[in-house]
């Protein structure tokens, strides 16, 4: 959940520590540090350490780095996403030992950290901070002091911890080295010339380098400024190769508008594009996945399991899955599945959907999936990420990087590809398609017209973002899109919203409706018009002030704003008509003066349980 950089070199690494976080922040910006060692200056009151670390986000950091003046040729960094321990200056990383000889950066929980203080606390040990990851420090000086080698004490150490990490370690002792390793997070290595770069994903490294090497769970990675070495924990060398990255520096950039949330919603038509690219033709994507026409036939049942909106997106994925395939698909919550003995035989697939592919709950969705002999195909954007790693089929979307914590284009790219696995399987199959491949290929121009009525939606904001409850409806296919419109809107403007299938408000909740209460319905399918209608009806009659979002010509009385989408199929309208609900939450957000990047209490990606 927090983010961790690195810096290995023989120029000032402060500034591309500082950017560093600054790009990372999407994972948690509670509070935020750094540490530099090797021709350091600027607070050198602990001798070769300079060390700066403050509540709150990277700027202030940064201000403060500045002021102090700190430099130094190896540094490593974090933006925090609290867990054990409130934010503040104290309970920042990067943490040091109690000697302050080791400086640790951490992402992920150790969960036996409990044991591990006590009995450093009775080998004399203290601590300052309440965080589980100051034991690390300790435990590696511990060990540093039985064996007087910093790799082998890093490696003793870690071998003693319980949970998640991915760690940057630095010695005072060994001034030009690093070693960093991981488990269940993730962490990159970019390399440049006489220099190495350290990061959580592979967007912080970009405008350094698109040599990126993946470490892999219990590898260890020295790295001077002009070598760098990958063993294992029984010391032994592995011989690793880094992947050359395309996505471009500027892609993780602002490039002119307000907000990455706004930026990401516009590039959706073209992550739409790239995320088909050829696979519609012949049987490219089955090629793709290395996936046969027998085994498609084997199977009998599908999970589609996710978190958040990646599971909203595998909601419309059941629908289109059913629809074509006939397979009966179930749609789970990974922190639920995982923990509620799902019914998996061999015969099941079970398709995870992750933008980061570290998510842990899904990671361990896949992971008893595995165990209990499925075949694991996931839909992720992140190349070398720990679910496309270890899932028997990928399927990578085109988003490219997404730096919001608000998902869109990911979410997107997620419905698009889920609509394309399953036209894939129908033709695998020799199943009838209804020509939604030829749909697919045009939906890019109508979100491009949807965009078009972006002022409507601004003026339309302007009239809601006072409010403190809104309801989300739609039927069958609208109804995924209520739900992933509702969660939107409560992300980013704090406002209280419930997405509920339109026939099911009055069986209870219609008791909220009040005078002036906003509902946002959105209407796709006309064999299910009348009914739609009749629900907008039973709100409006409760006083409620209606907010269309649909393809259809709906006659004036039925709504007070109306957003309009251009008409297409309504298996696959969910890609369209999110695009409003998406705007519809960011200028509210807006209206509301929020941060829309940066929404409180929450991270980009969720490494922990
Ligand atoms: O990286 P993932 O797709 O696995 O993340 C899953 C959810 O945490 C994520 O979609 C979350 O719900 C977003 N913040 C929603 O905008």
Same mark, same amino acid.
């Given at each position: 959940?927090?983010?961790?950089?690195?810096?290995?070199?023989?120029?000032?690494?402060?500034?591309?520590?500082?950017?560093?976080l600054s790009s990372l922040e999407y994972?948690?910006?509670?509070?935020?540090?750094?540490?530099?060692?090797?021709?350091?200056?600027?607070?050198?009151?602990?001798?070769?350490?300079?060390?700066?670390?403050?509540?709150?986000?990277?700027?202030?950091?940064?201000?403060?780095?500045?002021?102090?003046?700190?430099?130094?040729?190896?540094?490593?960094?974090?933006?925090?996403?609290?867990?054990?321990?409130?934010?503040?200056?104290?309970?920042?990383?990067?943490?040091?030992?109690?000697?302050?000889?080791?400086?640790?950066?951490?992402?992920?929980?150790?969960?036996?950290?409990?044991?591990?203080?006590?009995?450093?606390?009775?080998?004399?040990?203290?601590?300052?901070?309440?965080?589980?990851?100051?034991?690390?420090?300790?435990?590696?000086?511990?060990?540093?002091?039985?064996?007087?080698?910093?790799?082998?004490?890093?490696?003793?150490?870690?071998?003693?911890?319980?949970?998640s990490y991915a760690l940057a370690v630095?010695?005072?002792?060994?001034?030009?080295?690093?070693?960093?390793?991981?488990?269940?997070?993730?962490?990159?290595?970019?390399?440049?010339?006489?220099?190495?770069?350290?990061?959580?994903?592979?967007?912080?490294?970009?405008?350094?380098?698109?040599?990126?090497?993946?470490?892999?769970?219990?590898?260890?990675?020295?790295?001077?400024?002009?070598?760098?070495?990958?063993?294992? @924990?029984?010391? &032994?060398? $592995? =011989? #690793?190769? %880094?992947?050359?990255?395309?996505?471009? *520096?500027?892609? +993780?950039?602002?490039? !002119?508008?307000?907000?990455?949330?706004?930026?990401?919603?516009?590039?959706?038509?073209?992550?739409?594009?790239?995320?088909?690219?050829?696979?519609?033709?012949?049987?490219?994507?089955?090629?793709?996945?290395?996936?046969?026409? @027998?085994?498609? &036939?084997? $199977? =009998? #049942?599908? %999970?589609?399991?996710?978190?958040?909106? *990646?599971?909203? +997106?595998?909601?419309? !994925?059941?629908?289109?899955?059913?629809?074509?395939?006939?397979?009966?698909?179930?749609?789970?919550?990974?922190?639920?599945?995982?923990?509620?003995?799902?019914?998996?035989?061999?015969?099941?697939?079970?398709?995870?959907?992750?933008?980061?592919?570290?998510?842990?709950?899904?990671?361990?969705?896949?992971?008893?999936?595995?165990?209990?002999? +499925?075949?694991?195909?996931?839909?992720?954007?992140?190349?070398?990420?720990?679910?496309?790693?270890?899932?028997?089929?990928?399927?990578?979307?085109?988003?490219?990087?997404?730096?919001?914590?608000?998902?869109?284009?990911?979410?997107?790219?997620?419905?698009?590809?889920?609509?394309?696995?399953?036209?894939?399987?129908?033709?695998?199959?020799?199943?009838?398609?209804?020509?939604?491949?030829?749909?697919?290929?045009?939906?890019?121009?109508?979100?491009?017209?949807?965009?078009?009525?972006?002022?409507?939606?601004?003026?339309?904001?302007?009239?809601?973002?006072?409010?403190?409850?809104?309801?989300?409806?739609?039927?069958?296919?609208?109804?995924?899109?209520?739900?992933?419109?509702?969660?939107?809107?409560?992300?980013?403007?704090?406002?209280?919203?419930?997405?509920?299938?339109?026939?099911?408000?009055?069986?209870?909740?219609?008791?909220?409706?009040?005078?002036?209460?906003?509902?946002?319905?959105?209407?796709?399918?006309?064999?299910?018009?009348?009914?739609?209608?009749?629900?907008?009806?039973?709100?409006?009659?409760?006083?409620?002030?209606?907010?269309?979002?649909?393809?259809?010509?709906?006659?004036?009385?039925?709504?007070?704003?109306?957003?309009?989408?251009?008409?297409?199929?309504?298996?696959?309208?969910?890609?369209?008509t999110v695009v409003p609900a998406q705007?519809?939450?960011?200028?509210?957000?807006?209206?509301?003066?929020?941060?829309?990047?940066?929404?409180?209490?929450?991270?980009?990606?969720?490494?922990?349980?």
């Amino acid at each position: 959940m927090c983010g961790i950089v690195g810096y290995v070199g023989k120029k000032d690494g402060v500034d591309i520590l500082l950017d560093g976080l600054s790009s990372l922040e999407y994972r948690g910006y509670d509070s935020a540090g750094i540490m530099t060692l090797n021709n350091t200056r600027g607070n050198n009151e602990l001798e070769g350490i300079s060390i700066c670390k403050t509540k709150g986000r990277v700027d202030n950091l940064a201000k403060n780095a500045k002021q102090m003046g700190i430099v130094g040729n190896v540094g490593i960094g974090h933006t925090r996403w609290a867990t054990h321990g409130e934010p503040s200056d104290v309970n920042s990383h990067p943490h040091l030992d109690s000697t302050n000889t080791i400086g640790v950066v951490h992402n992920g929980i150790i969960e036996n950290y409990l044991d591990l203080k006590d009995s450093l606390l009775k080998k004399g040990y203290h601590f300052l901070s309440q965080t589980d990851t100051e034991v690390i420090p300790n435990l590696i000086k511990d060990y540093c002091n039985q064996t007087g080698d910093f790799v082998d004490a890093t490696i003793k150490a870690t071998a003693e911890l319980k949970g998640s990490y991915a760690l940057a370690v630095v010695d005072k002792d060994n001034p030009d080295e690093m070693i960093v390793t991981k488990k269940d997070s993730p962490l990159v290595i970019g390399e440049g010339e006489g220099e190495f770069f350290i990061a959580s994903d592979i967007p912080a490294l970009l405008k350094h380098t698109n040599k990126v090497y993946i470490l892999e769970d219990n590898e260890f990675a020295k790295i001077t400024p002009d070598n760098i070495v990958f063993f294992d @924990e029984a010391k &032994k060398r $592995i =011989e #690793k190769k %880094y992947k050359e990255i395309d996505w471009s *520096a500027e892609a +993780a950039q602002k490039g !002119g508008y307000e907000d990455f949330m706004l930026k990401e919603i516009f590039e959706q038509p073209t992550a739409i594009r790239k995320t088909i690219g050829n696979r519609l033709d012949k049987d490219n994507l089955i090629a793709e996945l290395g996936i046969t026409p @027998e085994y498609i &036939k084997s $199977i =009998e #049942k599908i %999970y589609i399991v996710a978190c958040g909106t *990646a599971m909203n +997106a595998g909601l419309s !994925g059941r629908k289109i899955i059913e629809k074509l395939l006939k397979i009966p698909t179930e749609v789970d919550i990974a922190s639920e599945f995982r923990y509620r003995e799902p019914l998996i035989t061999e015969k099941t697939l079970v398709i995870t959907i992750s933008q980061s592919g570290e998510t842990a709950d899904t990671l361990a969705a896949l992971r008893l999936a595995k165990k209990s002999n +499925a075949k694991t195909l996931t839909i992720t954007n992140t190349i070398g990420s720990t679910i496309s790693r270890e899932a028997d089929f990928v399927m990578y979307t085109q988003a490219g990087p997404e730096i919001a914590v608000a998902s869109t284009k990911a979410y997107n790219t997620q419905l698009v590809a889920m609509y394309c696995l399953a036209i894939a399987f129908a033709k695998a199959l020799n199943l009838d398609y209804n020509d939604l491949d030829k749909e697919l290929e045009s939906i890019s121009n109508k979100i491009e017209i949807a965009l078009q009525k972006v002022d409507n939606i601004k003026d339309i904001a302007k009239q809601m973002y006072n409010a403190h409850d809104m309801f989300f409806l739609g039927r069958g296919n609208d109804f995924p899109v209520a739900q992933e419109g509702s969660l939107k809107l409560k992300e980013i403007s704090y406002i209280h919203s419930e997405a509920y299938a339109a026939g099911e408000l009055k069986h209870g909740p219609i008791a909220l409706i009040e005078k002036d209460t906003f509902v946002v319905c959105i209407v796709t399918d006309n064999t299910l018009l009348d009914k739609s209608l009749s629900n907008i009806q039973e709100v409006k009659t409760r006083g409620a002030k209606v907010v269309l979002i649909t393809d259809q010509k709906v006659d004036k009385k039925y709504y007070d704003y109306l957003i309009e989408v251009p008409q297409c199929s309504s298996i696959i309208s969910p890609m369209l008509t999110v695009v409003p609900a998406q705007l519809l939450a960011y200028y509210i957000a807006k209206d509301k003066e929020l941060d829309v990047d940066k929404p409180r209490n929450l991270a980009k990606s969720v490494t922990v349980e």
